[in-house]
Nanobody
Framework: ATYLVESGGGSVQAGGSLTLSCEAS???????????MAWFRQVSGKEREEIAT??????HYADSVKGRFTISQANNKKKLYLQMNKLKPEDTAMYYC?????????????????WGQGTQVTVSS
């Protein structure tokens, strides 16, 4: 089994920055090196929102975070980061990382099979 563990959440004032990290117990990729790693967030009572993905088919951001957040991966797909700048109160949520062995374009249809436990981000005004 592959385990994902997020860290780096916390409380920050609006306009501040945080960097989230996600460490995988092993790289999640196919034999031809297809992969997708992602950050989601969820506010209690609302649907989970995909905010950033990085994979063998490129990088994608949700409009809500484009220009403020940066996703990156390191250590041969065993580390995933989310640099969050210019944070807003509406960014307050539980943030989750996820990973799967296919291109992100495929995973959006099939779903992610590997999830972390989440890390809370709270942005105060």
């Amino acid at each position: 089994a592959t385990y994902l563990v997020e860290s780096g959440g916390g409380s920050v004032q609006a306009g501040g920055s945080l960097t989230l990290s996600c460490e995988a117990s092993q790289a999640v990729e196919s034999l031809n090196e297809d992969y997708c790693m992602a950050w989601f967030r969820q506010v209690s009572g609302k649907e989970r929102e995909e905010i950033a993905t990085i994979g063998s088919d490129g990088i994608h951001y949700a409009d809500s975070v484009k220009g403020r957040f940066t996703i990156s991966q390191a250590n041969n797909k065993k580390k995933l980061y989310l640099q969050m700048n210019k944070l807003k109160p509406e960014d307050t949520a539980m943030y989750y990382c996820a990973a799967e062995v296919w291109d992100c374009s495929v995973v959006r249809s099939t779903g992610f099979g590997h999830w972390g436990q989440g890390t809370q981000v709270t942005v105060s005004s």
